[in-house]
T-cell receptor
Framework: DAKTTQPPSMDCAEGRAANLPCNHS???????VYWYRQIHSQGPQYIIH???NNETNEMASLIITEDRKSSTLILPHATLRDTAVYYC?????????????FGKGITLSVRP | DTAVSQTPKYLVTQMGNDKSIKCEQN?????MYWYKQDSKKFLKIMFS???????INETVPNRFSPKSPDKAHLNLHINSLELGDSAVYFC???????????????FGEGSRLTVL
């Protein structure tokens, strides 16, 4: 049972911002939004997570809507190395729903 | 200095054999995991251990037996290998903070198992 919905793929030009959307309309109050990515043939890599406030780190920004039913991961200046599958995951930090369950993700292709 | 290391990286074996994949993390984390990524690229959690104690067992066939000799190691032993076991197996670790699993997992590079 998918808790998140992502488009299957998108592309963007190198140097431009990549905005990756995610819908999670059934998110519970104690569930966080996580983003991971998997570059081809590598292990998944944690990017960022948040509960309700927008978050920013050295890799990306996470914008969560006020009703928390959707979010956007922003890579401010995409490079070719950002080509990967990006996973949006909803999870609580304790209890039965604390497993990190990966869906199909969105394949981001950054073009030169 | 690899944070989560798995060996071997590649493993090719015959059906019916028994094989092991080893995982070690040097991050001082409390929790370790095994994930399986099949040919359709779905990543599924198999097991998680916290301080050597089994926390999650996702209805994996009992041919798969994880073993955690200490909190820095989580090995995966597979008996009587089947064709459907062919996949990439990822080990990961994470740190609890104040009893809360932060969900920030560090993954290894994967071990590609091919069963012929």
């Amino acid at each position: 049972d998918a808790k998140t919905t992502q488009p299957p793929s998108m592309d963007c030009a190198e140097g431009r911002a990549a905005n990756l959307p995610c819908n999670h309309s059934t998110i519970s109050g104690n569930e966080y939004v996580y983003w991971y990515r998997q570059i081809h043939s590598q292990g998944p890599q944690y990017i960022i997570h948040g509960l309700k406030n927008n978050e920013t780190n050295e890799m990306a920004s996470l914008i969560i809507t006020e009703d928390r039913k959707s979010s956007t991961l922003i890579l401010p200046h995409a490079t070719l190395r950002d080509t990967a599958v990006y996973y949006c995951i909803v999870r609580s930090q304790t209890g039965a729903n604390s497993k990190l369950t990966f869906g199909k993700g969105i394949t981001l292709s950054v073009r030169p | 200095d690899t944070a989560v290391s798995q060996t071997p990286k590649y493993l090719v074996t015959q059906m019916g054999n028994d094989k092991s994949i080893k995982c070690e993390q040097n991050l001082g984390h409390d929790t370790m995991y095994w994930y399986k990524q099949d040919s359709k690229k779905f990543l599924k959690i198999m097991f998680s251990y916290n301080n050597k104690e089994l926390i999650i067992n996702e209805t994996v066939p009992n041919r798969f037996s994880p073993k955690s000799p200490d909190k820095a190691h989580l090995n995966l032993h597979i008996n009587s290998l089947e064709l459907g076991d062919s996949a990439v197996y990822f080990c990961a670790s994470s740190q609890d903070r104040s009893g809360v699993n932060t969900g920030e997992l560090f993954f290894g590079e994967g071990s590609r198992l091919t069963v012929l």
